[in-house]
T-cell receptor, first 112, second 116 residues
Framework: GQQLNQSPQSMFIQEGEDVSMNCTSSSIFNTWLWYKQEPGEGPVLLIALYKAGELTSNGRLTAQFGITRKDSFLNISASIPSDVGIYFCAGQKETSGSRLTFGEGTQLTVNP | ETGVTQTPRHLVMGMTNKKSLKCEQHLGHNAMYWYKQSAKKPLELMFVYNFKEQTENNSVPSRFSPECPNSSHLFLHLHTLQPEDSALYLC???????????????FGPGTRLLVL
């Protein structure tokens, strides 16, 4: 099925740095979700966005639902070693019921 | 217990074995999902159940047989699998579309399956 274009594919940063990743699509989405997945575990929901232009924070994480409804970004401020993992975006379209379209993930490595 | 739980967490089986994966959600949701996650590939939706009824089968081979006895429990019965079926199998739950306009899926920890 259709995928979201998530970038970058991987990031190697130093502890304390800020991180930014984004997802784009040619389609319009009603909902954007950001998940984090650690090795051997399932994706954990970080932030859910339901309205175009919405900016939502969860601790050091901030995500925005793009005005065009075709993109979203996730920022992590002052990264720490436990931020390591794969971050996935997922979008839900009005016409797709509960089906989600997933990005391919951003692998984040934080060096202490 | 809260959230979405899955058992077993790890499973090794031969190609002639029959096994079952179990998922249970404690979130009061009425939609449940099975996903397959293979290395280096995006999550693949396998099955969707809304109010215990299967509403989506994403061209999954018949060696995978889902069962949803009630809105809180979901099973995936496995029979004569192939080595390429080795993957992380994830269960998720949400409220169904139409029930809410905020269809947010919550995932379980997954079952790591190895088929020998």
């Amino acid at each position: 099925g259709q995928q979201l274009n998530q970038s970058p594919q991987s990031m190697f940063i130093q502890e304390g740095e800020d991180v930014s990743m984004n997802c784009t699509s040619s389609s319009i989405f009603n909902t954007w979700l950001w998940y984090k997945q650690e090795p051997g575990e399932g994706p954990v929901l970080l932030i859910a966005l339901y309205k175009a232009g919405e900016l939502t924070s969860n601790g050091r994480l901030t995500a925005q639902f793009g005005i065009t409804r075709k993109d979203s970004f996730l920022n992590i401020s002052a990264s720490i070693p436990s931020d390591v993992g794969i971050y996935f975006c997922a979008g839900q379209k009005e016409t797709s019921g509960s089906r989600l379209t997933f990005g391919e993930g951003t692998q984040l490595t934080v060096n202490p | 217990e809260t959230g979405v739980t899955q058992t077993p967490r790890h499973l090794v089986m031969g190609m002639t074995n029959k096994k079952s994966l179990k998922c249970e959600q404690h979130l009061g949701h009425n939609a449940m999902y099975w996903y397959k996650q293979s290395a280096k590939k995006p999550l693949e939706l396998m099955f969707v159940y809304n109010f215990k009824e299967q509403t989506e089968n994403n061209s999954v081979p018949s060696r995978f047989s889902p069962e949803c006895p009630n809105s809180s429990h979901l099973f995936l019965h496995l029979h004569t699998l192939q080595p390429e079926d080795s993957a992380l199998y994830l269960c998720a739950s949400s409220q169904p579309p139409g029930w809410t306009d905020k269809v947010t899926q919550y995932f379980g920890p997954g079952t790591r399956l190895l088929v020998l």
